[in-house]
């Protein structure tokens, strides 16, 4: 009897997607002593007490069984004035909001609530990385368009225009953006909505960053005129209200899509985790000025590593919101994985390589700047010591 080769037994679909390129840094960083990360993706910040009280107090209260499947109703209720009150936008708790398992589960499944076999979806580039595979495990193709530092990593109507066919199902948006940190207005978005309205195009908007906007507020794509049945907007409380670990995001939409993507989440995950939800609930009720301060906080350090890159020879755009800065290492004739590779071994500074992100991330590294300014001044000394050596 011929034996079975191992790839015969796994999907081509899942074969064809490639793990993780920021995961690779950090399992190399992860051996390494001495290592000062500009990596992670994650607040620095431990969640604010009252947020953790909460749920320890949900445990105590006994609530630990599931909860309705699109989340607890009062927390529902919550998101719905949440939004309402940041963002100017409004959502039905019972038939347009659902609490998911971060707000990946929410592009998860709202990519394959909406996709079929060959549907195109275009990716605004840099991009954050779980994009582009989740169009491609929904059956769709995802379509790069990119952006560059000479246009502060903003994408153009016309630029998307020139990428939409008869396939075109959706567009995904990102602002503020990770890895860039780029911010679009309101005149920016309404050109790009203009388009969704010409060609019937269903639009991705994540927003989790929107908290962490430093110069401008952010506009929310759903509160574009005509724009909230066309959005499926995505968010969370990841990374304005520290609580990466907990798992918890929500996505809002219209109520056919949202219907559809609560089948998936049904089936799938059945509902988010209860105690976190509990968590969440306490974080939007009083949860406004731990978000003011942490922003301040970032700001500080985006206004620091920014000059620093400035003056060490790497330029920088200023980001407008996020947690990252994106500087250009062209100059050095290394590639974006050359010179995180370089870096991580000859001084102990651990970045993401650009080109992770898309071609448009090429020639740049993404740092967080979600540390303390005592390991941003101390990578910045490395990475300074690192370019002179070159």
């Given at each position: 009897?011929?034996?079975?080769?191992?790839?015969?037994?796994?999907?081509?679909?899942?074969?064809?997607?490639?793990?993780?390129?920021?995961?690779?840094?950090?399992?190399?960083?992860s051996?390494?002593?001495n290592?000062?990360?500009?990596?992670?993706?994650?607040?620095?910040?431990?969640t604010?007490?009252?947020?953790?009280e909460?749920?320890?107090?949900?445990?105590?209260?006994?609530?630990?069984?599931?909860?309705a499947?699109?989340?607890?109703?009062?927390?529902?209720?919550?998101?719905?004035?949440y939004m309402?009150?940041?963002f100017?936008v409004?959502?039905?708790p019972?038939?347009?909001?659902l609490?998911?398992?971060?707000?990946?589960?929410?592009?998860?499944i709202?990519?394959?609530?909406?996709?079929d076999?060959?549907?195109?979806?275009?990716?605004?580039?840099?991009?954050?990385?779980?994009?582009?595979?989740?169009?491609?495990?929904?059956?769709?193709?995802?379509?790069?368009?990119?952006?560059t530092?000479?246009?502060?990593?903003?994408?153009?109507?016309?630029?998307?225009?020139?990428?939409?066919?008869?396939?075109?199902?959706?567009?995904?948006?990102?602002?503020?953006?990770n890895?860039?940190?780029?911010?679009?207005?309101?005149?920016?978005?309404?050109?790009i909505?203009?388009?969704c309205?010409?060609?019937?195009?269903?639009?991705f908007?994540?927003?989790?960053?929107?908290?962490?906007?430093?110069?401008?507020?952010?506009?929310?794509?759903?509160?574009?005129?005509?724009m909230?049945?066309r959005?499926?907007?995505?968010?969370?409380?990841?990374?304005?209200?520290?609580?990466?670990?907990?798992?918890?995001?929500?996505?809002?939409?219209?109520p056919?899509?949202?219907?559809?993507?609560?089948?998936?989440?049904?089936?799938?995950?059945?509902?988010a985790?209860?105690?976190?939800q509990y968590?969440?609930?306490?974080?939007?009720?009083?949860?406004?000025?731990?978000?003011?301060?942490?922003?301040?906080?970032?700001?500080?350090?985006?206004?620091?590593?920014?000059?620093?890159?400035?003056?060490?020879?790497?330029?920088?755009?200023?980001?407008?919101?996020?947690?990252?800065?994106?500087?250009?290492?062209?100059?050095?004739?290394?590639?974006?994985?050359?010179?995180?590779?370089?870096?991580?071994?000859?001084?102990?500074?651990?970045?993401?390589?650009?080109?992770?992100?898309?071609?448009?991330?090429?020639?740049?590294?993404?740092c967080?700047?979600?540390?303390?300014?005592?390991?941003?001044?101390?990578?910045?000394?490395?990475?300074d010591?690192?370019l002179?050596?070159?």
């Amino acid at each position: 009897m011929a034996h079975t080769k191992l790839n015969s037994r796994l999907s081509k679909r899942v074969q064809s997607i490639q793990p993780s390129g920021i995961r690779r840094f950090f399992d190399l960083a992860s051996k390494m002593d001495n290592i000062i990360s500009l990596g992670v993706g994650e607040p620095d910040f431990v969640t604010p007490w009252n947020v953790r009280e909460a749920s320890i107090s949900s445990l105590e209260r006994g609530f630990t069984a599931y909860t309705a499947n699109a989340g607890v109703f009062e927390l529902r209720k919550e998101i719905s004035s949440y939004m309402n009150k940041r963002f100017s936008v409004q959502y039905d708790p019972e038939t347009e909001i659902l609490v998911t398992v971060g707000a990946s589960e929410g592009i998860d499944i709202g990519m394959r609530a909406i996709l079929d076999e060959g549907d195109e979806v275009i990716i605004v580039e840099p991009t954050f990385v779980s994009y582009v595979p989740l169009v491609q495990m929904a059956g769709g193709v995802a379509v790069p368009v990119g952006t560059t530092k000479e246009d502060q990593f903003k994408v153009s109507a016309s630029q998307i225009k020139a990428a939409i066919t008869p396939r075109t199902k959706a567009i995904m948006l990102c602002f503020p953006n990770n890895p860039t940190g780029a911010t679009m207005n309101g005149q920016e978005m309404q050109e790009i909505a203009d388009l969704c309205e010409q060609y019937d195009l269903l639009v991705f908007s994540d927003e989790i960053y929107a908290e962490l906007s430093y110069d401008e507020n952010h506009v929310s794509f759903a509160s574009l005129p005509k724009m909230k049945e066309r959005t499926i907007l995505i968010s969370g409380f990841s990374k304005s209200f520290a609580m990466t670990g907990w798992r918890l995001g929500f996505v809002l939409a219209p109520p056919d899509l949202l219907a559809a993507m609560l089948k998936l989440h049904q089936y799938s995950l059945m509902c988010a985790p209860t105690m976190a939800q509990y968590g969440a609930l306490e974080a939007l009720k009083s949860g406004m000025d731990d978000i003011e301060r942490m922003k301040q906080s970032y700001k500080q350090r985006r206004n620091f590593i920014v000059k620093s890159f400035s003056e060490i020879g790497l330029p920088c755009h200023t980001p407008g919101g996020a947690f990252y800065a994106f500087p250009s290492v062209e100059e050095t004739g290394l590639s974006s994985e050359q010179f995180a590779e370089k870096l991580l071994m000859a001084e102990r500074v651990a970045v993401v390589p650009g080109h992770v992100f898309g071609e448009g991330g090429a020639g740049h590294i993404r740092c967080s700047y979600a540390t303390s300014m005592d390991n941003l001044e101390q990578s910045v000394e490395r990475i300074d010591r690192f370019l002179k050596s070159l």
